[in-house]
């Protein structure tokens, strides 16, 4: 259903965090009043990618005056995703190298986040997608990119 996702192939330009002040990087009480009833998927997926990944590391950046913070998840160094708090939601991206790309059609998937990662602009690092996280459905989606993503 297309009104349950938001996708957008951005290329590397990051998305605008509602946390802006250098000075403050966002903690999980801030992350949690700004997101409000969907803290509860945040929450959920950071414990998903930690509990299935070996060695994930957090970690906040500040992109600048525009983009804001930006929550990181690593696994040995490895970019797995980008987590950008907004205001009552929040969203992912997520860059799958071609090799990813190729398992796509083989795995559980709706056809709108297939054609949005084929149709994103390729990169050396990989392709970009990004997805506006509002149901719990959406987290199952974001699982299933990781471990194509984990796997290849």
């Known amino acids: 259903m297309i009104h ?3 996708l957008q192939q951005i290329g590397g330009t990051m998305i605008t965090s509602i946390f802006n002040d250098k000075k403050a990087a966002p903690n999980n009480s801030m992350i949690a009043t700004a997101l409000a009833d969907k803290y509860i ?7 998903h990618v930690k509990a299935e990944y070996p060695n994930v590391v957090e970690e906040w950046k500040y992109y600048g005056e525009i983009s804001g913070w930006c929550l990181k998840l690593l696994s040995k160094k490895r970019n797995l995703l980008f987590f950008t708090p907004l205001n009552g939601y ?7 190298s071609e090799k990813a790309i ?6 559980k998937l709706s ?6 990662i084929h149709a994103a ?6 392709r970009s997608i990004d997805i506006d996280i ?5 987290i199952e989606t974001i ?3 990781i471990k194509t993503k984990f796997e290849n």
């Not at 602009?121 to 990989?126: M, S």
Request: include cysteine.
């Open 90 to 96: 929040f969203r992912i991206r997520i860059v799958l």
């Open 111 to 116: 056809n709108e986040i297939k054609k949005a």
């Open 121 to 126: 602009t390729p990169y050396t690092e990989g």
């Open 4 to 6: 349950r996702y938001f």
């Open 134 to 138: 509002n149901h719990s459905e959406q």
């Open 102 to 107: 190729a398992c796509i059609e083989k795995v």
């Open 143 to 145: 699982k299933t990119l």
């Open 41 to 47: 998927l945040w929450e959920e997926l950071c414990n």
